[in-house]
């Protein structure tokens, strides 16, 4: 099973930048995809970003388009998000996760069958 391990959160202030970093044991060509999600306490974990391992489309859920970039790279078995023009609204603990299997929006939690720790993102003055 891949081990995940998020950094680069931290406190920002609004309109700055972090980018989040996922490390992991390996990552498979057998993967379907890698996600970034992100949870606020009371609410539900909420998907952010993906990357298709199988030709490298992307998404972004509309709040966060024109602003997120996640990338990846193949031989340091990394994924990132790149997070500019940050806004109070997207404090969150961001975790990312990789799912194997096709079926499925993969916005959708539930598809993901490893999960990382989770990094802290505050978006404060």
């Known amino acids: 099973q891949v081990h995940l391990v998020e950094s680069g959160g931290g406190l920002v202030q609004p309109g700055g930048s972090l980018r989040l970093s996922c490390a992991a044991s390996e990552f498979s060509s057998d993967y379907y995809a890698t996600g970034w999600f992100r949870q606020v306490p009371g609410k539900e974990r909420e998907g952010v970003s993906y990357?298709?391992?199988?030709?490298?489309?992307?998404d972004y859920i509309d709040s966060v388009k024109g602003r997120f970039t996640i990338s990846r790279d193949d031989r340091k078995n990394m994924v990132y998000l790149q997070m500019n023009s940050l806004q109070p609204e997207d404090t969150a603990v961001y975790y990312c996760?990789?799912?194997?299997?096709?079926?499925?929006?993969?916005?959708?939690?539930?598809?993901?069958?490893?999960w990382g720790q989770g990094t802290q993102v505050t978006v404060s003055s």
């Open positions: 990357i298709h391992w199988s030709g490298g489309s992307t």
């Open positions: 996760a990789t799912r194997i299997y096709g079926s499925g929006s993969s916005f959708d939690p539930t598809q993901y069958n490893n």
